[in-house]
């Protein structure tokens, strides 16, 4: 069933489309402070990358445990949920640049910098789900 290539069709090789390889290659996010570039671009891998995916299986896990164990569903801490989110944010992220990168590229800077900068980590929650940052060319 070949149908005539239109505007509106896809052009787009499922065949040799691979979300969890192009994700965990990674994509590069510019930070900013405002509107304005923060002179800092931060290298995440996807939401369909294996880091993400087994960070956020163990989190599942862990509620469906403290569910079986006390029969009762309570909402998480917000210090405790940002805290999770920021250790899943440093998971995911791979490299940085720009002229404020001023210290090498390491888990402990990431999570320095989200701490200090919080609106960072917001700037990278959305940017791990927006598929379109990792797979299209």
């Known amino acids: 069933m070949n149908e005539q290539q239109t ?8 065949d040799n489309l691979d979300p969890r390889a192009l994700c965990n290659a990674g994509a590069w996010v510019p930070l900013k402070i405002g509107t304005v570039p923060a ?19 163990q989190e ?6 403290e569910f079986k164990r006390t029969k009762e569903f309570s909402l998480p801490d917000p210090v405790d949920s940002n805290e999770k989110k920021i250790e899943l944010l440093v998971a995911c992220s791979i490299d940085w640049r720009g002229k404020n990168a001023k210290v090498p590229f390491s888990p402990e800077a990431v999570r320095a910098l989200f701490l200090k900068h919080p609106q960072f980590v917001e700037q990278i929650d959305r940017a791990i789900t927006e598929d379109e940052r990792f797979l299209t060319p």
């Open 7 to 14: 505007d509106t069709t896809p052009d787009i090789d499922l």
């Open 60 to 65: 599942q896990r862990r509620i469906q445990a």
């Open 39 to 57: 002179g800092l671009d931060i290298k995440i891998r996807g939401r369909f990358s294996d880091v993400f995916e087994k960070m956020s299986r």
